[in-house]
């Protein structure tokens, strides 16, 4: 028989890393947010849940995470409607809507540096695209900022949705449109009562999945408005970047990640539990 | 060429016996097939032999050697597989060369087989191309050439002719009967075919729930099956299997009752004695006088035959009978068995002997 | 074959409509790209009045956006490469070898999706720091060679792998390490294509953890070196030299995508997405 055992040989070239850059700093993180510790190298001192105190007292916290949900609440509907869309309208075996596909996808491989220079010239209030239509300027309106940056998120990656659901689409049966035809059903009634029906699985799997990603936003917000104006736009990353790199918090920050990884395992959780029995159908 | 001996081989799975003291002798030279319902053993104990399941425990020997501890690639085995197991990304030279680099075979040793195996079974054309553009029964030859290529002291077939198309697998059949003329080789050959192992083994091993239930040569089990299993397991349409009574024992002659019908065997047995009597369908024949009545409920006209099937109460007796037969469905018939042609089984389903 | 749906001409125009908007932002940079920097003081208009390439001859002679480039080229396809030989053989040996402890280990490495980077970024940065490696390639490279998703889809390939292949090797004396290297790897390569292109994309992108490690300008990746030219281009003559800029950085990535773009879409709607 063959030895089992050189299967740890196999995997020890992945774990080793893996323990070392996964594993350890998880466990690291949830140490350092025990401790008062100024990553300056002056102050280490064990507060325990003291930090999670501080900020569940935090205004500037709360404030972050009102504003990574009211985005994540603009941006996902946004992009799921406009996904779906898409691929309602660009599903058939045109040759000119394979082209088209490609277009709306494309912008999704792009950096979030390029999509947010991009979207910076074309909202800029003086020379912009939309300069001579709109005269404010939007990045730096106090109700235009976060939208802009929806659109702006939107733009970049409605691909993602958009291939999803043209994937979902694929998966329903030929058979089920042609006895929908015999039945006379109208283009209308074939929409309501079986495509989106039958798309139902998909849906939630992408609204989970636009979930986890959109909730982790960042450098839009970073590079667009830098949070501003007024903090309108300061979310949840952006506020863990604040406090570790420019207050030099760690222990604090911390905390902050930690919440945000409970946040987002829940709801990975959840998105394998809707993933793993789509596969079998 | 070697012979294969397995001695009280158990395979268990947690609390599940798969294999339950298998024992076994293989001459050199024969071509042992293996047979039994799906679930029986037979690819277990096939992939025993070959060393891709561990035993739990038994012995098996391969021309002589203890094989149970070596490694698959070292018994000395080749074994075809159900679905081929090409590597589909290499061309069918590359298939047959890859076992022999592996032991170090020299270069022209390689060609020299690969070349010999290509003329044996007419692959010379194939041997450049990958296994995506051949066709099943060239796949199926490319895997046999895999097998003969390490000049094996034990060639182990699983199932292969069942990926191919039905007019495929008879040609195969031939020719894997030919190819082991030819070679010579012992054989072990799976398959859930009775016709199969039928026309091609020179040895049936019947199994059922990982017991051995016999082995002889396709006649021997078809004309004196040991049990209920056997006789059932071979032939096409199964032997009809009758409760029976003993009414008459009349010293070296018995009557007995089976299916409202009493029939006659040459054989001593008490009165009372509850058996099971089996006839195969082609002894059975049609006579105004038969003993069987029943009414026919389906006819299955097969040109040459023709298969009758008729019902008395709850026994459901099959015909068959050469060429067309003049009776239609809802008739009253009778059939009469041939002379001597009646096995016998005990309540437990052993053969006691023909009548 | 019965009435096909035939298209309607008004949805075709509309749709095409949409996506000629959807790429008017490339389209108008592009343009800006190739006007003189002077003229874009005045007008920044969609069809060029002036059409120069000076933009791009200074983007090499000025700038430092070569050497960004070949940092990021260097980091994500040592990315690439290790993520490849790493989950490969991971993948392989979780959907093949039951070695001990291997179902324990395999839900480990799967929780270790769910987490975010954000999560293990200031412990790395603490490592890194202590160890004095912040600024380096490999601060770029270790932390991303271990993340989970490649060790996922290559085990999910490898497990539909015919396992009678394997017994095959298994009966051709091929040992384990030479049944991976000349059976496995070379049937993985669908597989291998589709992981690397989209760890080559994810490397060539990655933002926080660089933007973190490299903070001196000559380590900039092409990423962070676009991400710090932001904000300035408003005041400065330098509007077209930006553009050519973005679209300059852009072009691996486009013609990644150009290439290989059947097997992205194809890996978002397979393993990826699901």
Not at chain 1, 217 to 225: A, P, S
Not at chain 1, 235 to 257: I, K, P, T
Not at chain 2, 156 to 164: A, M, R, T, V
Not at chain 2, 337 to 352: K, M, Q, T, Y
């Amino acid at each position: 028989m063959r030895s089992n055992r050189i299967g740890l040989l196999f995997v020890a070239p992945f774990l080793l890393p893996f323990l070392i850059f996964v594993v350890y700093p998880l466990l690291r993180s949830v140490w350092f947010s025990l401790h008062k510790w100024d990553l300056l190298g002056t102050e280490k001192a064990f507060v325990g849940v003291g930090n999670y105190r501080l900020l569940a007292a935090d205004p500037f916290f709360w404030s972050a995470l009102r504003n990574t949900l009211l985005f994540t609440f603009m941006a996902v509907p946004a992009l799921v409607i406009t996904g779906l869309a898409l691929a309602l309208v660009l599903e058939r075996p045109l040759r000119l809507y394979a082209g088209l596909r490609a277009v709306f996808f494309a912008s999704s491989v792009f950096s979030v540096s390029v999509v947010t220079l991009i979207w910076q010239v074309v909202l800029d209030p003086r020379r912009g695209l939309l300069a001579k239509a709109v005269e404010v300027d939007v990045l730096s309106n106090r109700w235009l900022a976060m939208p802009a940056i929806v659109v702006t998120t939107v733009w970049w990656g409605v691909g993602f949705p958009m291939v999803l659901f043209l994937a979902g689409l694929q998966q329903i049966p030929r058979a089920v449109y042609e006895a929908a035809q015999l039945d006379h059903a109208s283009r209308w009634a074939v929409l309501r009562r079986i495509t989106l029906p039958a798309l139902a699985r998909t849906t939630l799997l992408v609204v989970v999945m636009e979930f986890i990603m959109q909730f982790q936003i960042f450098g839009q917000v970073l590079l667009l408005t830098g949070g501003g104006p007024s903090s309108s736009t300061r979310v949840l990353v952006m506020y863990l970047y604040e406090s570790a790199f420019r207050d030099w918090q760690l222990g604090y920050a911390s905390a902050v990640a930690n919440l945000l990884f409970i946040a987002m395992a829940v709801a990975s959780f959840f998105q394998l539990r809707l993933g793993a029995p789509r596969e079998a159908t | 060429m070697a012979d294969l001996v397995l001695t009280d081989v158990e395979k268990h799975y947690g609390d599940v016996a798969a294999l339950r003291g298998v024992s076994l002798d293989v001459e050199s030279g024969d071509f042992v097939a293996f047979v039994g319902p799906s679930g029986c053993g037979k690819s277990t104990l096939l992939r025993s032999i070959a060393g891709l399941e561990s035993i739990t425990s038994g012995e098996i020997r391969i021309g002589g050697e203890r094989a149970d501890l070596k490694a698959p690639g070292d018994r000395g085995v080749a074994m075809v597989f159900q679905a081929f197991a090409l590597y589909p990304h290499m061309t069918a030279r590359e298939n047959l060369a890859f076992g022999l680099r592996n032991i170090g075979l020299p270069k022209d040793e390689i060609a020299r087989r690969i070349g010999e195996a290509a003329r044996i079974l007419k692959i010379e054309p194939l041997l450049e191309r990958r296994p995506g553009a051949m066709s099943g029964g060239q796949r199926q030859r490319i895997a046999i050439g895999r097998a003969i290529v390490k000049e094996p002291k034990l060639f182990l077939f699983d199932e292969p002719l069942s990926s191919l198309d039905a007019a495929l697998r008879v040609e195969m059949r031939s020719e894997i009967v030919r190819l082991h003329q030819r070679l010579g080789s012992t054989m072990v050959y799976v398959t859930h075919d009775q016709v199969e192992a039928m026309t091609m083994a020179t040895h049936i091993v019947v199994l059922n729930a990982g017991r051995v239930e016999q082995v002889g040569t396709p006649l021997e089990l078809y004309r004196s099956p040991c049990n209920v299993f056997v006789a059932r397991f071979l032939g096409s349409p199964p032997m009809n299997v009758l409760p029976a009574e003993v009414e008459k024992n009349g010293g070296a002659r018995a009557e007995l009752r089976a299916a409202d019908a009493t029939i006659a065997v040459d054989r001593a047995i008490p009165v009372g004695t509850r058996l099971f009597v089996g006839v195969r369908p082609e002894d059975l024949h049609l006579a105004d006088d038969g003993p069987f009545r029943g009414e026919v409920q389906v006819v299955e006209r097969l040109g040459h035959r023709s298969l009758v099937h008729l019902s008395r109460g709850d026994q459901t007796l099959v015909a068959e009978c050469p060429g067309d037969v003049p009776v239609h469905v809802g008739e009253q018939i009778a059939v009469a068995p041939r002379e001597r042609s009646f096995h016998l089984f005990d309540e437990a389903g052993l053969a006691i002997g023909g009548g | 074959m019965g009435k096909k749906l035939r298209p309607v001409p008004v949805e075709v125009i509309a749709i095409t409509l949409v996506a000629v908007l959807w790429m008017l932002p490339m389209l108008w940079i592009t343009a800006l790209s190739l006007q003189p920097n002077r003229a874009l003081l005045r007008a920044t208009p969609l069809i060029p009045t002036q059409v120069t390439g000076e933009n791009y001859a200074r983007l090499f002679a000025v700038s430092e956006v070569p050497r960004w480039l070949l940092n990021s080229a260097i980091v994500a396809l040592a990315i690439t490469l290790l993520t490849l030989i790493l989950s490969s053989l991971a993948g392989y040996a979780f959907a093949r070898i039951a070695f001990p402890g291997r179902k324990a280990v395999f839900a480990l490495v799967m929780a270790g999706m769910m987490i975010p980077e954000q999560a293990l970024l200031l412990p790395w940065h603490e490592m890194f720091a202590s160890t004095h490696l912040h600024n380096t390639h490999a601060a770029l490279v270790l932390p991303r060679i271990s993340g989970a998703f490649g060790v996922f889809l290559m085990t999910q390939f490898f497990k539909g792998i015919p396992r009678e292949i394997e017994e095959a090797a298994e009966l051709d004396n091929a040992g384990r390490f030479r049944t991976f290297i000349t059976i496995m790897l070379p049937l993985a390569r669908p597989a291998l294509t589709t992981l690397g292109i989209f760890t080559f994309l994810g490397a060539w992108n990655d933002f926080f953890w660089p933007m973190v490690s490299a903070t001196r300008t000559e380590m900039y990746t092409i990423t962070i070196g676009l991400a710090s030219l932001q904000g300035n281009f408003a005041q400065s003559e330098g509007l077209g030299f930006l553009m050519a800029t973005v679209i300059f950085a852009s072009l691996p990535v486009i013609v990644l995508y150009v290439i290989f773009q059947r097997h992205i879409v194809r890996g978002v709607a397979g393993g990826l997405g699901a």
